[in-house]
């Protein structure tokens, strides 16, 4: 069984800093695009970025300039730079991943969400 771990939430003050971090637990064949959401309370997941496997990215359009997916292939993991962070960024994030086990077709697989908290 395949899970995706995330890392790298918790609280930090506007303006500051932080790096997500995710990455299948188990024996998988292949990895395709990859990318990170979120929910804030009372409000539908939204996309964050999403990151092909060749490492073509894709933001919403008010994380443009203030967030960066990155991905590294040899360690199969995707991450999140979040800078600047505002209150309205308080979410929980989770990760998203087409991952391909051995034997098996490409799947859909989502992470259990990391909390961001952001203090004003």
């Known amino acids: 069984q395949v899970q995706l771990v995330e890392s790298g939430g918790g609280l930090v003050q506007a303006g500051g800093s932080l790096r997500l971090s995710c990455a299948p637990s188990g024996s998988i064949s292949s990895l395709g695009a990859m990318g990170w959401y979120r929910q804030a309370p009372g409000k539908q997941r939204e996309l964050v970025a999403t990151?092909?496997?060749?490492?073509?990215?894709n933001y919403a359009d008010s994380m443009k300039g203030r967030f960066t997916i990155s991905r590294d292939n040899a360690k199969n993991t995707v991450y999140l730079s979040m800078n600047s962070l505002k209150a309205e960024d308080t979410a929980v994030y989770y990760c998203?991943?087409?991952?391909?086990?051995?034997?098996?077709?490409?799947?859909?697989?989502w992470g259990q969400g990391t909390q961001v908290t952001v203090s004003s």
């Open positions: 990151i092909t496997s060749g490492g073509r990215t």
């Open positions: 998203n991943a087409a991952v391909r086990r051995i034997g098996d077709f490409m799947r859909d697989y």
